[in-house]
T-cell receptor, first 116, second 112 residues
Framework: AQKVTQAQTEISVVEKEDVTLDCVYE???????LFWYKQPPSGELVFLIR??????QNEISGRYSWNFQKSTSSFNFTITASQVVDSAVYFC?????????????FGKGTSLLVTP | DTGVSQDPRHKITKRGQNVTFRCDPI?????LYWYRQTLGQGPEFLTY????????KSRLLSDRFSAERPKGSFSTLEIQRTEQGDSAMYLC??????????FGPGTRLTVT
């Protein structure tokens, strides 16, 4: 069963628009971690953020912000004022204490295209 | 740059041949993970090591897949008798603890 669901397969926006990438996860563990990674066309996965299950505080880093809501099992990612360089595939991932040494369970990814 | 490195970056092989990939983690990272990524999908966990001990290998895709980390430093992933379905990107990640994983550039395997 898919533990991480990214319902949006592809999103296309025009530069400077805001865009939110959705992530819904499923776990029975009380201790777990959520991640977002960016995979640009070059292919290398770039770490963006990690949140643990005990910290629901939202986070902002420049144009990026993350909204973690345990009540809805969601960890959404918003890019404000998108830029062409934001074009990439974005993956949400879950790691759990009880699963393979905290191995990452990835969603299928959301492909974001930002056009000028 | 002392990031995770993987070699080779690309490998083309004929069906039935054996292939071996190498991963050099960030120095002093005791945890090392292997993942496989097929087109249009997220990476899929295969196995992981803590130092030289392979602590999880039940998620390796078949008994044709094996991995080693002989001295707790670099690791190798071997696929025996390759099949066309093995064509994918093979990713290695390392981390100092359970909270972080840093990925290498991957090895793209094409089985013809």
């Amino acid at each position: 069963a898919q533990k991480v669901t990214q319902a949006q397969t592809e999103i296309s926006v025009v530069e400077k628009e805001d865009v939110t990438l959705d992530c819904v996860y499923e776990t029975r563990d009380t201790t777990y971690y959520l991640f977002w990674y960016k995979q640009p066309p070059s292919g290398e996965l770039v770490f963006l953020i990690r949140r643990n299950s005990f910290d629901e505080q939202n986070e902002i880093s420049g144009r990026y912000s993350w909204n973690f809501q345990k009540s809805t099992s969601s960890f959404n990612f918003t890019i404000t004022a998108s830029q062409v360089v934001d074009s990439a595939v974005y993956f949400c991932a879950l790691s759990e204490k009880e699963d393979s040494g905290y191995a990452l369970n990835f969603g299928k990814g959301t492909s974001l295209l930002v056009t000028p | 740059d002392t990031g995770v490195s993987q070699d080779p970056r690309h490998k083309i092989t004929k069906r039935g041949q054996n292939v071996t990939f190498r991963c050099d983690p960030i120095s002093e990272h005791n945890r090392l993970y292997w993942y496989r990524q097929t087109l249009g999908q997220g990476p899929e966990f295969l196995t992981y090591f803590q130092n030289e001990a392979q602590l999880e290998k039940s998620r390796l895709l078949s008994d044709r897949f094996s991995a080693e980390r002989p001295k707790g430093s670099f690791s190798t992933l071997e696929i025996q008798r390759t099949e066309q379905g093995d064509s994918a990107m093979y990713l290695c990640a390392s981390g100092p603890d359970v909270y972080e994983q840093y990925f290498g550039p991957g090895t793209r395997l094409t089985v013809t």
